[in-house]
């Protein structure tokens, strides 16, 4: 019995593997047999490379505060602080025998810095405040933040957990609770690297505040955290450079004239092709994505759409050049026409660290290239 | 015994290849490589026992008066499988489908009366071809373009008797519904970018259609004649996602046909089959306008049916068929084909007919050998003596 039902089996395996073969290369015959017979009017595609009409390079602070790596440091290009902020208003402060800031970077050098007080009067708000404003609307007095001019404490960061020390005073004690909004992190002019340090998103790495007190210790995670960046004789040319970057970010605006190609195509290809003369990253990587560009005036103030238009690219140091594939923005440009303001380019996201591409200009600069075909007949010629 | 016990094994064999079969048609949507032009693929007849005896319109289920007896109810379903190796150039491309091309009733009424409903595919728009990989401007493009859908029947018929059964007259109307999606994927594949445009069309129209079969003697004679009556096609072209072109109530103006069968049953558990078909496509037009690329269609079918018992006949045609379409040098596509088939009883239910054809079709460059196998079941009366079943329903 059980020879027959293995017989069976082996039978049916046998046609199942037959068919299964079978299957497999009648799916990848692709050989061209029959189509001379479609007897329709087919249109050869048609392809066109397109230089930009229109571009607008800019550079501009943007909020940092909700990333997830607070970037500390200085170069000859760059410069980057870190303001933190402890929900200790009602804390008692009685009793207390050693403060502690712990940092844990996630990637480092050796950066050297000190402590501040953020003043009192500039109140400042994560998630607007830059390089040149406190919050939406409200400038620092100076830029880069105002603090006192005392220093807390001075630290270098060494490795990936940093135990820095506070003095602990009375008048101390008392600015920190109650006449200060914070500490900043200022890096010292003689750096010339950045170390990135896990922010409050990390939530098992997030800096701590520690207040020591006899036989007991208090921890506190920041209640707002960020870093605000500042370029140093860093800007392009609005006109003639094409930039790209994050941390301090630089966006391009690009504009294409597309009014050649007929409304009804069907765009089968277009990738945008930004050669790149040189780059600079914290990292190995630098991400780039598109945005639709929604008015026609290129400054740094034109709006852009909130979504990420066209897929992010990724650019490691070997590459040459970033190629977009933006064959739905094309489309909907040329269905659209009046709708045609450009396309943004820039970091993304911008708030992660500190990166910058320059790309080539004049005839060996960005172009489009863009293939597209004639919709197909019908049955009946229609 | 042992002839019962190798005619276990053979019905195993076959199930087992059949259902395997099934599954893996079902994967892959084939197509006559001659689908694409036209109307598409004509089907005159989709069930296995016309498939079997060479194609048979005026003596099978296509003529409204067909069979000339019927005495109980019976209903009738096939499914085909198509297996086709197109050739062209010395290239070759295997490909296989299967889809079901019909199904009808009959109902015998008082007086010799009788009424049906069939519904059954007439054209068979399925396609799937690939154009050859070509460099343009440094990119290398190529189309593939993929077709499903057709025109079906829905018909409704009545029909009589007359001289004890010597004649039946038989009518039917039918509407004709059809829907087509032709999907055109573009490639560039230096970058795998992939364009798709498409194109949908429906088609309406109706026809009338009169039969009948006469027995004189061991002489059996079936007529049948149809009118198509104009028509109705719209279609749109979408391109990325809208609308590029479009066509409202483009009216044709279709062909008629007249189909001549006849049967001799002179010879012991012997029956011949003629069967003859025309159609007049030249005289097709769109918008009240002829146009080319049709031809007046002819079909030639002689078969034998064979009983070797009371319980198992044997099928055996040829077939001769020049079609409608022109191919793209235009020369009239024609296909000649070896068919056979047989019945097997299904005891209180009816019976499963089943067919293979060998058919070659070509025009001038390209030619296709297709396999078509057609399996067919019938519920109706109880299993009787089969002689005499293509007029003793």
């Given amino acids: ?382 | 015994m042992i002839t019962q016990i190798k005619n276990l094994r053979l019905h195993r064999l076959s199930g087992t290849i059949v259902i395997a079969l099934l599954i893996a048609a079902v994967s892959i949507k084939g197509q006559s490589f001659f689908s694409m032009r036209g109307f598409g693929e004509q089907l005159l007849y989709t069930d296995a026992y016309s498939n079997s005896l060479g194609g048979l319109v005026s003596l099978g289920r296509e003529n409204p008066a067909f069979p000339i007896a019927l005495e109980k109810t019976s209903f009738y379903a096939s499914v085909t499988p198509d297996f086709v190796i197109g050739q062209e150039a010395r290239a070759n491309r295997v490909i296989y489908d299967i889809r079901p091309v019909s199904v009808d009733g009959k109902i015998p009424l008082p007086y010799g009366f009788r009424a049906g409903l069939k519904l059954s595919e007439q054209f068979n728009q399925n396609f799937n071809v690939y154009s050859d990989s070509t460099q343009f401007s440094n990119y290398w493009i190529r189309r593939h373009i993929i077709g499903h859908g057709g025109i079906y029947r829905l018909a409704g018929g009545i029909g009589k008797s007359f001289f004890n059964r010597k004649l039946t007259l038989g009518f039917e109307y039918s509407k004709l519904l059809g829907q087509s999606m032709e999907r055109w994927y573009f490639e560039v594949m230096n970058g795998n970018y992939i364009t798709l445009d498409t194109i949908n069309t429906n088609y309406s129209g109706n026809s009338v259609r009169f039969g009948a079969m006469a027995n004189i003697s061991f002489v059996t004679i079936g007529l049948s004649a149809e009118n198509i009556l104009p028509g109705r096609i719209n279609s749109n072209i979408i391109s990325h996602g809208t609308i590029v072109d479009s066509v409202r109530g483009l009216k044709y103006t279709a062909p008629y046909n007249i189909g001549l069968g006849i049967v001799i049953d002179k010879l012991s558990q012997t029956k011949l089959f003629l069967d003859l078909y025309y159609e007049n496509w030249s005289s097709i037009k769109f918008a009240d306008t002829l146009v080319s690329g049709f031809k007046n269609s002819m079909k030639y079918s002689i078969a034998a049916e064979h009983w070797l018992n009371d319980n198992y006949p044997l099928r055996i045609g040829l077939r001769y068929y020049k079609t409608y379409l022109e191919d793209h040098y235009g020369k009239q596509i024609y296909e000649y084909a070896l068919t056979g088939g047989s019945s097997v009883k299904i005891p209180k239910f009816g019976f499963f007919d089943y067919s293979l054809e060998i058919i070659r079709r070509q025009g001038r460059g390209l030619k296709e050998t297709i396999g078509r196998i057609n399996f067919s079941i019938s519920y109706d009366e109880a299993w009787k003596k089969r002689t005499r079943r293509w007029g003793n329903y």
């Fill in chain 1, 1 to 382: 019995m059980n020879k027959i039902m293995l017989r069976k089996f082996y039978r049916y395996s046998l046609v199942l593997l037959l068919l299964l073969v079978s299957t497999l290369l009648i799916k990848c015959d692709r050989t061209p047999v029959g189509y001379d017979e479609l007897g329709r009017e087919i249109s050869e595609p048609i392809f066109n490379n397109f230089r930009p009409v229109n571009h607008f390079c800019y550079g501009k602070y943007v909020p940092l505060g909700s990333a997830d790596y607070l970037v500390l440091g200085r170069n000859t290009e760059y410069e980057s602080r870190v303001l933190l902020q402890f929900p200790i208003d009602t804390v008692t402060t009685t009793g207390i025998t050693g403060i502690k800031l712990i940092l844990y970077p996630k990637h480092f050098s050796t950066i050297s810095f000190t402590l501040h007080l953020i003043n009192k009067e500039s109140e400042w708000v994560e998630n607007t405040t830059t390089w040149d404003r406190a919050y939406e609307g409200q400038p620092w007095i100076t830029n880069g933040g105002d603090y006192h001019s005392l220093v807390l404490a001075s630290a270098t960061l060494t490795s990936d957990s940093c135990i820095i020390p506070i003095a602990v005073s009375s008048s101390i004690l008392d600015s920190l609770q109650n006449n200060s909004n914070g500490i900043i992190l200022l890096p010292n002019s003689t750096n010339d690297s950045f170390a990135t340090i896990n922010s409050k998103s990390i939530s098992t790495k997030a800096p701590k505040l520690v207040f020591e007190y006899s036989g007991t210790i208090r921890n506190f995670t920041p209640s707002q955290d960020c870093h605000i960046i500042n370029t140093i004789n860093v800007a392009p040319q609005p006109y003639i450079d094409y930039w790209v970057g994050a941390g301090y970010p630089f966006r391009t605006i690009l504009r294409f004239n597309l009014d050649t190609i007929p409304s009804h195509v069907t765009i089968a290809y277009a990738e945008l092709v930004l050669p790149i003369q040189s780059q600079y990253s914290l990292s190995d990587s630098i991400d780039v994505g598109t945005w639709q560009v929604l008015d026609t005036v290129y400054n740094t103030f034109t709006p852009v759409a909130s979504n990420i238009w066209v897929s992010a690219t990724r650019i490691v140091s070997t590459d040459t050049m970033v190629i977009f594939d933006i064959r739905k923005a094309v489309q909907f440009w040329i269905t659209k026409p009046d709708s045609n303001f450009g396309i943004q380019i820039s970091g993304y996201p911008e708030n992660y660290e500190i990166n910058r591409i320059k790309f080539k200009t004049g005839n060996i600069g960005p172009y489009l290239k863009i293939g597209y075909i004639l919709p197909p007949k019908g049955r009946f010629g229609q």
